[in-house]
């Protein structure tokens, strides 16, 4: 153990002091959180595919209860190997931590890094897609998109100008107010209609705390330190209004649009779901 390398020392400042020189505030905080919370979207990927799940009154929660778990305890252990052999500052401009860690730790194997985050990308972006997909499907078949989208699973992507922070930001403040909203009409339920059969339940405290949660993540931000990125989603989101009014809550149908999704049924030779007979 002679020559075992400094920063294998489990002793370093940045595991026992993580937060020394730090800045704090309510908007920091929230911002905080939408960073690490990031990192763990997904984990409502598998209510989105609910309708293709076997037996989802008792899968979807065992997945649930296994997965986050799981994946939480990796994810912490893996930032405390990175704080083990990096400063916080070291992580803060590196331009790929793992990479990083992988040069510093594993020296000739370090590809194994790269070629590993590769793999966890390629999976995370097949559930992503499916999900994304499936809410096309679900919404079309509802009415509140173009009937062809039902017929068949397309993804589609956006993409927006400006740095990955601002990305998440913006995506993390829609998100949750569209998670806060979820609970809202999850407690209006209970209590409006309780006789409504449910494949699951879960304790009435959870939706509670977890619309506390929304709305601190949501106005904490704003008040803190208001920026362009909130502005944008909530155009965003009162735009949707704009379209959802006349087509969806109206039934407006635009003319000759039963001919392009004809002609595109027959293109892509798809066909509308069961469900939309009945």
Same mark, same amino acid.
């Given at each position: 153990m002679k020559n075992f390398p400094q920063y294998y020392n489990l002793q370093v400042p940045q595991l /026992? #002091?993580? /937060?020394? &020189?730090?800045? /704090?505030? @309510?908007?920091?905080?929230?911002?905080?959180? !939408?960073? =690490?919370?990031?990192?763990?979207d997904g984990w409502n990927n598998l209510n989105y595919v609910t309708e293709e799940i076997k037996n989802p009154?008792?899968?979807?929660?065992?997945?649930?209860?296994?997965? @986050?778990?799981?994946?939480? +305890? $990796? !994810?912490?252990?893996i930032n405390v190997s990175y704080l083990t052999v990096m400063s916080p500052m070291e992580m803060a401009t590196s331009e790929a931590v793992a990479v990083t860690f992988g040069n510093r730790v594993l020296g000739v194997m370090s590809w194994l890094m790269p070629?590993? +985050?590769?793999?966890?990308?390629?999976?995370?972006? &097949?559930g992503t897609l499916f999900a994304a997909g499936?809410? $096309?499907?679900?919404?079309?078949? #509802?009415?509140?998109?173009?009937? @062809?989208l039902s017929y068949s699973i397309i993804a589609g992507a956006m993409v927006m100008y400006g740095t990955i922070d601002s990305l998440i930001d913006f995506f993390s403040f829609t998100a949750w107010i569209f998670y806060g909203g979820a609970m809202v009409a999850l407690i209006m339920m209970r209590y409006t209609k309780p006789n409504y059969p449910r494949p699951y339940k879960v304790p009435i405290i959870i939706p509670y705390l977890v619309l506390v949660i929304s709305?601190?993540?949501? @106005? =904490?931000?704003?008040?803190?330190?208001?920026?362009? #990125? !909130?502005l944008y989603a909530s155009f965003f989101i009162l735009g949707g209004m704009v379209f959802y009014v006349p087509f969806?809550? !109206?039934?407006?149908?635009?003319?000759?649009?039963?001919?392009?999704?004809?002609f595109l049924q027959m293109l892509f030779e798809v066909a509308p779901t069961t469900s939309m007979f009945d």
């Open positions: /026992f #002091e993580p /937060f020394k &020189n730090t800045q /704090f505030s @309510i908007g920091n905080i929230a911002t905080a959180f !939408y960073t =690490g919370l990031w990192a763990y009154s008792k899968n979807l929660p065992r997945s649930i209860v296994i997965g @986050i778990p799981l994946v939480t +305890v $990796c !994810y912490a252990l070629l590993s +985050v590769t793999i966890s990308t390629f999976g995370s972006a &097949n499936r809410l $096309c499907f679900a919404a079309s078949r #509802e009415g509140h998109l173009l009937d @062809i709305i601190y993540l949501i @106005i =904490g931000p704003i008040m803190d330190k208001p920026t362009i #990125e !909130y969806v809550h !109206y039934k407006l149908r635009i003319p000759y649009m039963d001919g392009v999704t004809v």
